[in-house]
């Protein structure tokens, strides 16, 4: 009896084993693509800015800042890490004959911005840059220059931002 159960013991073990050597495993890959395109975000607060010389005497203060402060440039940039993105400002003209766009710089603190700048209708001036991709947020504050020979009246002119991810 005692043969009977180790040759039953035995055939199990055989069947088991070899139910295990005649399993089947498959296997396949799986590519994962990912596409990372170039992006730029671009923000101003506030949008609209205004000088009055109403308090400002040319002779005494050569500049007069905007009503406003300082313009928050909110820029956000995806772009290769070998290349520069740039934030640029265009003016679409002057104010008028007798006030010259360029009347109106800008100075600036924040990290990659220019230090200064003014104002041009002919070609962009550079605002900021870095080099990747990040954060290029900071602010600008506006000055005009002032003069007694600006004749009275509202002016307006449009300046255009760019914010450039290559």
Same mark, same amino acid.
């Given at each position: 009896?005692?043969?009977?159960?180790?040759m039953l013991? %035995?055939?199990?073990l055989?069947l088991?084993?070899? %139910?295990?050597a005649y399993?089947?495993?498959?296997?396949?890959t799986l590519?994962?693509n990912?596409?990372?395109n170039?992006?730029?975000?671009?923000?101003?607060?506030?949008?609209t800015i205004h000088?009055?010389?109403?308090s400002y005497?040319?002779?005494?203060?050569?500049?007069?800042?905007?009503?406003?402060?300082?313009?928050v440039i909110?820029?956000?940039v995806?772009t290769g890490?070998a290349?520069?993105?740039t934030?640029t400002c265009?003016a679409s003209?002057?104010?008028n004959?007798?006030?010259?766009?360029s009347?109106?710089?800008?100075?600036s %603190?924040?990290?990659?911005?220019?230090?200064t %700048?003014t104002?041009?209708?002919?070609?962009?001036?550079?605002?900021a840059s870095r080099?990747?991709?990040g954060?290029l947020?900071?602010s600008?504050t506006?000055l005009?220059?002032t003069?007694w020979d600006?004749?009275?009246g509202d002016?307006?002119v449009?300046?255009t931002y760019t914010?450039?991810a290559?």
């Amino acid at each position: 009896m005692k043969t009977w159960k180790i040759m039953l013991m %035995g055939l199990v073990l055989v069947l088991l084993a070899a %139910g295990f050597a005649y399993g089947d495993t498959a296997t396949s890959t799986l590519t994962i693509n990912a596409k990372i395109n170039a992006k730029a975000k671009l923000s101003l607060s506030p949008a609209t800015i205004h000088f009055d010389d109403a308090s400002y005497d040319p002779d005494t203060n050569p500049t007069m800042p905007a009503t406003e402060g300082s313009v928050v440039i909110t820029a956000k940039v995806k772009t290769g890490s070998a290349s520069n993105a740039t934030l640029t400002c265009l003016a679409s003209g002057d104010f008028n004959a007798a006030i010259p766009v360029s009347a109106v710089t800008w100075t600036s %603190g924040s990290t990659n911005y220019a230090p200064t %700048g003014t104002m041009d209708k002919t070609t962009a001036q550079n605002v900021a840059s870095r080099s990747g991709s990040g954060d290029l947020s900071g602010s600008i504050t506006p000055l005009m220059a002032t003069s007694w020979d600006y004749p009275t009246g509202d002016y307006s002119v449009t300046v255009t931002y760019t914010l450039i991810a290559p």
